[in-house]
T-cell receptor, first 115, second 114 residues
Framework: DAGVIQSPRHEVTEMGQEVTLRCKPI?????LFWYRQTMMRGLELLIY????????DSGMPEDRFSAKMPNASFSTLKIQPSEPRDSAVYFC?????????????FGQGTRLTVV | AQKITQTQPGMFVQEKEAVTLDCTYD???????LFWYKQPSSGEMIFLIY??????QNATEGRYSLNFQKARKSANLVISASQLGDSAMYFC???????????FGDGTTLTVKP
C-alpha cells in the first residue's frame, strides 16, 4: 500500500480564497483524522471520522473550516475564506480497528501558506 | 480531559548511547493507548511504538522501548544505541479507546552528537 496520500504537498493562497486539502487513507482503514501543526499550538486534532461518519469535530477552529468524507477512500478539508492565521501544516492520518488501532499512519502533510 | 506532558523541550545524546525521553499523561479513561512518533526535519510523522493501557509488558520495537509505569502515569521512550539519524522531534500521544481521539504532547527535540 502507498500509505496515506495527501495533496497538494504545498499550497500558497491569498487571504480570502477557498482552500481544499485532500486525503486518501490507507485502504481498509476505518478511521481518518485531520490534524493541524503550528509552532504556537503544536499538533491539534481538528476532526476525525469512523466509517466515513464525523465523530468529533470539536477541534475545528471555526465555521470557516469544514471536512467531508464522501467515501472510504477520500476526505477533504476545506477552508473558506482562508486567513493568514490558518497557515500551518495539515496532516491526515488513518488507522484500523481490525488491528486494534495500535498505529495511526500519517500522510506527508500539506504545508499551507496564506498571504 | 486528556493531557500529555513532555517536559524536555530539547535533549542531547552522544552517538551509540541510550537516551530516555519523558512523557506523563493524565486521563480518567481506564482504556487508552500510548504512542510515540518521530518527526524528522523533513516533516513526516513516523510511528515508532505503541503501548496499550492493559498491556502487562513494556512495548519494544527494535532499538525503541517504552517504559510504561501505569501507577505513575508515565510512558517514557528509551532509544538504545543512538544513531545520528535519530536526531528529530519526538512526540508522545495518547488515544482514548480504539480509534478514538488522540492528544499529542508538545514534543522533545533530540540531537544526537557524533
Amino acid at each position: 500500500d502507498a500509505g496515506v496520500i495527501q495533496s497538494p504537498r504545498h499550497e500558497v493562497t491569498e487571504m480570502g480564497q477557498e482552500v481544499t486539502l485532500r486525503c486518501k487513507p490507507i485502504s481498509g482503514h476505518d478511521y481518518l483524522f485531520w490534524y493541524r501543526q503550528t509552532m504556537m499550538r503544536g499538533l491539534e486534532l481538528l476532526i476525525y471520522f469512523n466509517n466515513n461518519v464525523p465523530i468529533d469535530d470539536s477541534g475545528m477552529p471555526e465555521d470557516r473550516f469544514s471536512a467531508k468524507m464522501p467515501n472510504a477512500s477520500f476526505s477533504t478539508l476545506k477552508i473558506q475564506p482562508s486567513e493568514p492565521r490558518d497557515s500551518a501544516v495539515y496532516f491526515c492520518a488513518s488507522s484500523s480497528t481490525s488491528t486494534g488501532g495500535t498505529e495511526a499512519f500519517f500522510g506527508q502533510g500539506t504545508r499551507l501558506t496564506v498571504v | 480531559a486528556q493531557k500529555i506532558t513532555q517536559t524536555q523541550p530539547g535533549m542531547f545524546v552522544q552517538e551509540k548511547e541510550a537516551v530516555t525521553l519523558d512523557c506523563t499523561y493524565d486521563t480518567s479513561d481506564p482504556s487508552y493507548g500510548l504512542f510515540w512518533y518521530k518527526q524528522p526535519s523533513s516533516g513526516e510523522m513516523i510511528f515508532l511504538i505503541y503501548q496499550g493501557s492493559y498491556d502487562q509488558q513494556n512495548a519494544t520495537e527494535g532499538r525503541y522501548s517504552l517504559n510504561f509505569q501505569k501507577a505513575r502515569k508515565s510512558a517514557n521512550l528509551v532509544i538504545s544505541a543512538s544513531q545520528l539519524g535519530d536526531s528529530a522531534m519526538y512526540f508522545c500521544a495518547m488515544r482514548e479507546r480504539v480509534g478514538g481521539k488522540s492528544t499529542f504532547g508538545d514534543g522533545t527535540t533530540l540531537t544526537v552528537k557524533p
